[in-house]
């Protein structure tokens, strides 16, 4: 990390060009992209083993978009380049500044892309941000001009000689794009996805593996771009109106843990009468300190929250049963995705079985499993370098540190890569108790529906009413296309027949007539999409390519190298595409 702040000598008038790293990322090569390691949530570390079943969808690269947001410079934003279009673009424009954006596993790209840049781009600084600043040897290992360790717009805006603390403007984008499941693409119609809501960076609870906590601080420190409810409200109402939204997805570490920001939003959603679904991650202790009239006020229809492993000791957990959490916020029609950590110090292959069985049991209707992974910056990172457990670069490469495949270090119990079959086990056994994680989320759903659809606080009545909208039919239509599926499987034959049957009698003669005919389609769609995975088919995030109102002043032309075209949606397609 640079001591004295650095400004560029162009100041605002240098044009800066920010990317995420190159695709394709879903194959092996020799940068770096692992098959097992999709540019993708679910499909990653969450639904992995549920073939048809699984949600697939991207997200945009919401820490670029944030930077490019507050600059004033002319700024072109590259995400998800290929490495022919990231080259092309270094090939015919000409930068001051070219910023990348990435995080460790990604290095063998970053460094192909710093190489290229001073290729192409010779008088061009370099800068890299993002979650690979916390290697403390990068600079030894890339040719970068500046390396900045966590938050970037600040840093951004003084290198350009901007005011460094001015208000934030916040990014106006969806939460996920190009959704898919069940062999089925998802039509985006304005308004059905969640925007991205960015309140704040980092978390000051601090677990020892979280590296989100250490790139911002680590324990007691966090960033708030929007310190108060009433400068979140006026955020959120701007999403709403100019994306169409009623639902927001809080990329916020622990979204609930600020209390008094929660609270007032609370007031502010009851005096305007705002009828919003948000969407937070939040450790189970301060879940645990609202009341569940507060958590259904605000809106909260989806958490993600970390149960970590049997008998963890984390200080967020406290001595909540976390079972009966989500069993709670599930009656009440709050979606949960637990978060369960495979290899914790106690880990042994002895009892590994069991641990995944507790997480299991908890009946999420996501759950995400992660290796016990020391991530460069965080304490637990320091304390095993300290023990010297662990590998060097050659005896386990970077880019398979991502925590769905070993471990990067030497595991007191865990040996010989077990870990690989383990964390495949935990998968496939939450699938195999509970089923898809589709059926569950309708079932979570419903649940809320029944109970709050005639609350007599309109507004959060007639959010369960949106929810309810597809319920009674595509949703009614999946569910009776898996149960067609599972026909075999006792257990979760029933459990499907008794979800049909309540949805039919919440939803009454239109379901039961929808449900068959748009069953029948959809499970021709699963038969299909079994054999495109049995293919091989792999899933990839299209380009984007967009400019900021001063980018746009410079009156460049869109094309981009020779061989690409940009969308009016920013989007970049091959040129003959057309
Ligand atoms: C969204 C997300 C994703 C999206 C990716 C979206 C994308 N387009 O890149 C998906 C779901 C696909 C994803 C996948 C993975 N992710 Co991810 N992801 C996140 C998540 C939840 C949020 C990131 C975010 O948008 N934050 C909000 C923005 C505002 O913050 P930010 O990105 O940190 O950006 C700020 C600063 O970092 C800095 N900054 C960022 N870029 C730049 C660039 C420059 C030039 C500068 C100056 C500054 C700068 O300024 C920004 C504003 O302050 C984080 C956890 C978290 N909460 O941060 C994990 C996280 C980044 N992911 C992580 C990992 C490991 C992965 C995976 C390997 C999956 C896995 N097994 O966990 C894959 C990799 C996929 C691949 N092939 O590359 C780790 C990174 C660990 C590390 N030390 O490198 C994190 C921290 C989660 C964790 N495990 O702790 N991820
Ligand atoms: S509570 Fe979650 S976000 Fe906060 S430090 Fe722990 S793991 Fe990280």
Known sequence: MNKVEPVHKLKSKANVLLTSVFGPYAQNDEYGSRDINP???YQNQVTRTQGAFSLRMFHRSFGLMLIQSNLDA???LLDFPSLQIFTDEIKCKSYDIVGISAIAPNIGKVKEMCRLIRQYQPHAAIVVG???ANMDNLGNLIDADHIVCGEGVKWFRSYLGQDAGAPIKHPEVYSGFNTRILGLGLKEKPGETAAILLPSVGCP???NFCSTSALFGGKGKSIHFYETGDELFEVMCQLEKNLKVKSFFALDENFLFYRKRALRLLELMEEHSKSWAIYVFSSAKVLRSYSMEQLVGLGVSWVWMGIEGKDSQYAKLGDIDTRGLVRDLQDNGIRVLGSSIIGME??????ISQVIDDAVSHGTVFHQFMLYTPNHGTPLYKELREKGVIFSEAEFPLADSHGQYKFNYRHSHIRDGQEEQFLLDAFNRDFEVNGPS???MFKTTLNGVKKYKNHPSRRISDRYKREAVKLGSSYAGATWAIRRYFKNDLKLRAELDSLMKEIYREFGWRSRILAPAMGL??????????ERLENGWTY???TFYEKNPAAQMLGERVQVGEAYTRTTSGRLIPATAD
């Open 39 to 41: 540019m993708e949530l």
């Open 74 to 76: 002319p700024t072109t």
């Open 130 to 132: 993002g979650h690979i």
């Open 205 to 207: 609870i601090g677990c």
């Open 346 to 351: 106690g880990h042994t292959p002895g009892n």
């Open 438 to 440: 589709l059926t569950r």
């Open 521 to 530: 389609y959809i499970s021709h769609m699963i038969r299909k999409e079994e």
């Open 540 to 542: 990839e995030p299209p």
